[in-house]
């Protein structure tokens, strides 16, 4: 029999290899989910929770967000507890939209 950490259902997964470019940008192109990324890519792998950014949504509409973002394939999250934290896949993201994320992650731009 397998243990459970958590009552809900683990989120599923894209992997880069499998996204369009056009996915990628849409993902991208919103304010809220680069704030996100932006976040993340200055965290440690897997210490950050869905709770712990600073973005002016409510918790449905973050969620949103992160479903956006692991179906274009630049998150992964795992329950860990009662959390869910986070971790950017950008090596694999950067193997399949090279300068991508730099491009987004600059902070020299508009």
């Known amino acids: 029999m397998s243990e459970r950490t958590s009552h809900r259902a683990a989120p599923e997964h894209t992997h880069p290899d499998e996204v369009p470019i056009l996915t990628a940008l849409a993902a991208l192109a919103d304010p809220v989910r680069i704030t996100l990324v932006r976040e993340l890519a200055g ?25 956006v973002l692991r179906g274009a394939g630049l998150v ?27 491009l987004v992650l600059r902070t020299d731009g508009p």
Do not use: I, M, Y
Request: a positive charge; proline letters at 6%; hydrophobic letters at 35%.
């Open 76 to 102: 992964e999250q795992r329950d860990e507890g009662p959390k869910r934290v986070n971790r950017l896949r950008r090596e694999e993201f950067d193997t399949r939209f090279p300068g991508l994320l730099a």
């Open 43 to 67: 965290s440690a792998v897997w210490t950050r929770s869905c709770g712990s950014f600073d973005v002016p949504v409510g918790k449905a509409a973050l969620s949103h967000h992160f479903t």
